[in-house]
């Protein structure tokens, strides 16, 4: 796939995202739910076909398991190989006019009708360096219906906000917190609910405002795969013994660190 490098950059630079349509295509998309499909039947093995429901059913055999699946599946060799496509690495590097890039580490998302996993309104934060490009890519096609990736075009002029680290709307069984940003600040932009096509990508500027919105069709699943490419030259760690390697999510003006 040819990519147009500086038409993307310029839809980066003034709305904070663009979209790459058709970044798999059908084959590829084909491929990479076998092969997600094949480490669910492995878990149970049957002959069962599709994804959405083979997922329901490990989720309704033993929840931990189904956990397991989520952890194990962005280590996928197959889907690893998919996303860091030499065109795409390409333009990561003219965006940010560097030599070398680090993956913030590939990941899935699965999303399905308890909703229990949408995020709130939040910056891509705590990478290696201040500045990254968030790939975003569903696996089907994102709607009112399939729940899908909302931003707030603009927000990533501005700068970024400070964040607070706690339980996602209110669901408490949690164990972990999530970084969001206060609704006084990302209230002020205009949001926008995108419906991508399977196999579509969006890519983000780090400092852009988004969150997920749910879905509403019962027995429907989104997985969505996503990374994050972080630019050599904007990582403190390298340059600051004391730092982590992480920028960590809250206590750091991350408008003050310099490249």
Excluded at 1 to 19: A, C, F, P, S, W
Excluded at 62 to 88: C, Q, R
Excluded at 214 to 223: A, E, W
Aim: with cysteine.
């Amino acid at each position: 796939m040819k990519l147009n490098n500086r038409k993307l950059k310029k839809e980066i630079d003034q709305k904070g995202y663009t979209v790459i349509e058709n970044f798999y295509n059908k084959k590829k998309l084909s491929e990479i739910k076998k092969s997600l499909l094949d480490i669910l039947n492995y878990v149970r093995p049957s002959k069962e076909k599709d994804l959405q429901k083979k997922y329901y059913e490990i989720k309704k055999l033993n929840p931990k398991l189904k956990s397991n699946f989520y952890d194990i599946a962005p280590y996928n060799i197959d889907m690893i190989k998919g996303i860091h496509t030499p065109e795409l690495i390409n333009f990561v590097k003219y965006f940010f006019k560097t030599k070398t890039l680090f993956s913030g580490r590939a990941a899935i998302h699965v999303h399905d009708e308890d909703n229990d996993k949408i995020l709130l309104p939040h910056q891509e934060t705590n990478q290696f360096a201040r500045d990254c490009i968030l790939f975003w890519m569903p696996l089907w096609d994102t709607n009112v219906k399939t729940g899908g990736l909302t931003i707030f075009e603009k927000s990533h002029n501005k700068g970024y906000f400070d964040h607070k680290l706690e339980d996602p709307t209110g669901i408490k069984k949690w164990t972990h917190k999530y970084t969001n940003i206060d609704k006084k600040i990302y209230s002020k932009f205009n949001r926008k609910n995108l419906e991508i096509k399977a196999g579509s990508a969006v890519l983000a500027h780090s400092a852009l405002v988004h969150c997920g919105y749910p879905l509403t069709k019962m027995g429907s699943v989104r997985i969505t795969i996503t990374e994050r490419f972080n630019p050599l030259q904007k990582i403190p760690f390298l340059k600051d013994p004391k730092k982590p390697m992480k920028i960590p999510y809250v206590g750091v003006d991350y408008n003050r660190i310099k490249d």
